[in-house]
């Protein structure tokens, strides 16, 4: 008797927002590398909100300044749909973050890729 084959578990998916291409693509790279699936990059909010009419992120990587303005009106849509947060940014109030967003992540740029996987929730085996 043959066993049926287990399915694998879904990757789970990142919405990654990042307005400067080389930051974008090197990020797009190391969240793949770790086993995550890529929602853009996006490099404004309205690009991004639009995407998520397809499929919402388990996870969602923001650059806090992106090309229509801050990222915070999106963010917040986001945290009320349950959207794990992580912004980077090489102008992160750390304060004000953790202030509006107490269960949010923060990277500075440039991103370390040891501090972007301890701060990202491990893939399903």
């Given at each position: 008797?043959?066993?049926?084959?287990?399915?694998?578990a879904p990757?789970?998916?990142?919405?990654?927002?990042?307005?400067?291409?080389i930051?974008?693509m090197?990020?797009q790279f190391?969240?793949e590398d770790?086993?995550?699936?890529?929602i853009?990059?996006f490099?404004?909010?309205?690009?991004?909100?639009a995407a998520?009419?397809d499929?919402?992120?388990?996870?969602?990587?923001l650059d806090v300044n992106?090309?229509?303005?801050h990222v915070?009106p999106?963010?917040d849509m986001?945290m009320d749909?349950?959207v794990r947060?992580i912004?980077?940014s090489?102008?992160?109030?750390?304060?004000?973050?953790?202030r509006r967003?107490?269960?949010?992540?923060?990277?500075m740029?440039?991103?370390?890729p040891?501090?972007l996987?301890?701060?990202l929730p491990?893939?399903p085996?």
């Open positions: 008797m043959s066993r049926a084959p287990e399915a694998k990757n789970r998916t990142v919405l990654l927002c990042e307005d400067e291409a930051v974008a090197d990020l190391m969240l770790l086993g995550y699936d890529v853009g990059p490099a404004d909010m309205k690009s991004a909100k998520l009419n499929t919402m992120p388990d996870i969602a990587v992106l090309r229509d303005g915070f999106l963010a986001l749909k349950g947060l912004f980077h090489g102008h992160v109030d750390g304060p004000e973050i953790n967003y107490p269960d949010a992540e923060t990277c740029k440039p991103i370390d040891a501090r996987k301890t701060v491990a893939t085996a």
